[in-house]
């Protein structure tokens, strides 16, 4: 009944002010469609959002817990939304239990002018923000959060694009000209500087890597372009292995190291050892590798060294949930722009 009456109203104002001559017929009608497919696009996209993300909702609901039992999972503070209506406006709970209670008692400490409040080391604050928020690469949360995430994602990643894993042998069985296994293994450094081999769907012709360091010319050509070559000057790719590089598909198997434990989602791209050289080892291999890393987030193959070597090192000094999540958007922003894909 409320939105019936709510409706009326806005109509009412609508025809008040047609008649005053303020906006016509076909400005209403355009107003009515636009907060109509406004409302079906939020409700759509906040959907597939939950969906999505289920994994963080339900690790973040764990740590919660696991901090502070007692307490709910969400917060709920009472905002003024349109034509003023009141509305309960939900967060994950970042703070004790009666924590706007406590507020009266922390206002001589407001770091800010105005109404809002903000202070640095607010008493109020759980353990699980300080956590999952604040530089956060070592602490127990977030590693905790993020290999939980890894190893959810992963698996439902694998099962997902199981048929591409399908496909892609099929046309490496049936191709006379890229026969040959259906992925690539190469050895990197990881965490703590133990080697893994990394997998990718085989984008070369068979022992690539070894073509590549008898032909001097070549690999000196790979060395000078921060190890890698492009398509172009590189004759061991494939023709369906440069469909696969140009549009990331060759990226996809790398879910089986996540899942293994030799990566995650988001971190610093895993090098070669040669590549160490660029790097201040130490703190590079102090962090799990990625899949995805800010490197890629600023453009890939089209930022070299030594720059590429201070991107990673930022991403390590400000590593959290936020900033993971902000690197994944921009990641998957570039691979359907295929932006510095080669």
């Not at 956060?136 to 997902?160: C, E, H, N, P």
Request: glycine share 6%; proline share 4%.
């Amino acid at each position: 009944m409320q939105n019936e009456g709510h409706s009326r109203q806005s109509f009412r104002h609508y025809y008040s002010l047609t008649n005053n001559n303020i906006i016509n017929k076909d400005q209403i009608e355009k107003r009515i469609f636009y907060h109509f497919f406004k409302k079906v696009f939020d409700e759509l996209l906040s959907v597939v959002a939950i969906i999505f993300l289920i994994p963080v909702f339900i690790i973040i609901a764990i740590l919660i817990k696991l901090d502070d039992p007692k307490g709910p999972i969400f917060y709920s503070q009472i905002r003024i939304g349109r034509n003023g209506h009141p509305f309960k406006m939900y967060k994950f709970r970042s703070m004790v239990v009666n924590a706007d209670k406590k507020l009266n008692k922390l206002l001589g400490h407001n770091e800010i002018e105005g109404a809002m409040f903000k202070m640095k080391s607010d008493p109020r604050v759980t353990r699980v923000v300080d956590e999952l928020h604040l530089n956060s690469s070592q602490t127990w949360g977030y590693l905790f959060a993020k290999r939980s995430i890894d190893i959810i994602v992963s698996m439902f990643a694998l099962i997902i694009l199981s048929p591409v894993f399908l496909l892609i042998w099929i046309i490496d069985l049936c191709s006379t000209s890229n026969r040959g296994p259906l992925l690539y293994k190469q050895v990197r450094v990881g965490y703590h500087g133990k080697k893994f081999k990394m997998y990718k769907f085989r984008s070369m012709v068979i022992n690539a890597d070894q073509k590549l360091r008898a032909n001097k010319e070549l690999y000196a050509k790979y060395v000078a372009n921060n190890y890698k070559l492009k398509p172009d000057d590189d004759p061991r790719i494939t023709k369906i292995g440069y469909f696969l590089r140009k549009a990331s598909i060759d990226e996809i198997p790398q879910f089986i190291n996540i899942l293994k434990g030799d990566m995650s989602i988001v971190g610093p791209r895993p090098v070669v050892e040669e590549e160490l050289v660029q790097y201040d080892q130490q703190k590079l291999l102090s962090i799990k590798p990625g899949a995805m890393g800010l490197w890629q987030a600023s453009g890939r193959s089209m930022v070299g060294y030594p720059q590429r070597a201070d991107i990673e090192m930022k991403y390590i000094d400000h590593a959290s949930l936020k900033f993971d999540f902000k690197i994944l958007l921009k990641n998957i922003a570039n691979i359907f722009s295929r932006k510095g894909a080669y």
